[in-house]
């Protein structure tokens, strides 16, 4: 909850700094809200931070935990 689209900033590759809101606005034309929160997905390299306004809830069906196989290719 430290993040929103607006105090994320990050470097693009010719090294100048741009907010995530920004970004998103000049790349795909989409306004980000900006007191929103970003949600994170750990990586080994750090974290990946994702705007929850673009992010959809997925379901899994009830059974699929109890695959071991699937469940490790998920991981």
């Known amino acids: 909850m430290d993040y929103s689209p607006l105090?994320?900033?990050f470097k693009q590759k010719?090294?100048?700094e741009v907010s995530m809101?920004?970004?998103f606005s000049q790349r795909y034309?989409?306004?980000l809200r900006d007191?929103?929160?970003l949600l994170f997905v750990n990586q080994r390299e750090g974290r990946?931070?994702?705007p929850s306004?673009?992010?959809n809830e997925a379901s899994?069906?009830?059974n699929f935990t109890r695959d071991t196989y699937k469940m490790r290719q998920l991981q």
């Open 48 to 50: 990946i931070y994702l």
């Open 21 to 23: 809101s920004q970004y």
């Open 53 to 55: 306004q673009l992010c």
């Open 7 to 9: 105090t994320y900033k």
């Open 29 to 31: 034309r989409i306004n």
């Open 35 to 37: 007191k929103q929160p």
């Open 14 to 16: 010719d090294g100048s």
């Open 60 to 62: 899994l069906p009830d």
